[in-house]
């Protein structure tokens, strides 16, 4: 595709359920990232996958969270028994490869709402 | 640990006048900075980048390594201008970190 594409746009929940998030980024592209945008918190790193190696998982706030991409492409990030708290944009958003000199490009999010 | 402060929440600046949002970083190596644009509605997306050293639709942000800075500078706003903008660094690859970032209000 021409960009980063998200699904869904916009998922409402109920507190406790379970949710899952996808992202296709774009092809050929071996960085992927997941971000979260909050009211007044800002962006927040998540998640990041780099080709076959094990991926930075540092940013992610509970084990509640976990993120996974098949076959170097498309990735889900999971959040289970969700919370309030959990109600965010989620952005993904890829890369050709890392390092300096990189652009990186975001999907249009999924909108989180847990009732 | 890398930081970007971003310490304006909201500027309101009227048409036609100067506008400076402010960035400053704290990163022991040598960063790549970077301003982000989301217009409402829109998809967050780069607006420049200090290694290109360009001008993005009249848009100006010069890297001050002395002052950990990466300001953005604009000499006349325009309505169209109104947006959220991010300052973001760059760890030599890994990920982007970004500032809590500035709403930026144009008003006619």
């Known amino acids: 595709g021409a960009g980063v594409s998200q699904s869904p746009s916009n998922k409402v929940t109920e507190k406790g359920k379970d949710v899952e998030l996808r992202c296709d980024p774009i092809?050929?592209?071996?960085?992927l990232y997941w971000y979260r945008q909050s009211l007044g918190q800002g962006l927040e790193f998540l998640i990041y996958?780099?080709?076959?190696?094990?991926?930075?998982k540092s940013g992610l706030p509970s084990d509640r969270f976990s993120a996974e991409r098949t076959g170097g492409s498309v990735s889900t990030l999971t959040i289970q028994r969700t919370q309030q708290e959990d109600s965010a944009v989620y952005l993904c958003?890829?890369?050709?490869?890392?390092?300096?000199?990189?652009?990186?490009?975001f999907g249009e999010g999924s909108w989180l709402t847990v009732v | 640990a890398q930081r970007v402060t971003q310490p304006e929440k909201l500027l309101s600046v009227f048409k036609g006048a100067p506008v400076e949002l402010k960035c400053n970083y704290s990163?022991?190596?040598?960063?790549?900075l970077f301003w982000y644009v989301q217009y409402s509605r829109q998809r967050l997306q780069l607006l420049l980048r200090?290694?290109s050293r360009e001008s993005i639709k009249g848009f100006t942000a010069d890297l001050n390594k002395g002052e950990t800075s990466f300001h953005l500078k604009k000499p006349f706003a325009q309505e169209e201008d109104s947006a959220m903008y991010y300052c973001?660094?760059?760890?030599?690859?890994?990920?982007?970190?970004f500032g809590g970032g500035t709403r930026l209000m144009v008003k006619p």
């Open positions: 092809s050929g592209h071996t960085a």
């Open positions: 973001a660094l760059n760890n030599a690859g890994n990920m982007l970190t």
């Open positions: 996958f780099q080709g076959n190696s094990a991926p930075d």
């Open positions: 990163y022991s190596g040598s960063p790549e």
């Open positions: 958003a890829s890369s050709l490869a890392t390092g300096l000199g990189n652009t990186i490009y």
């Open positions: 200090h290694i």
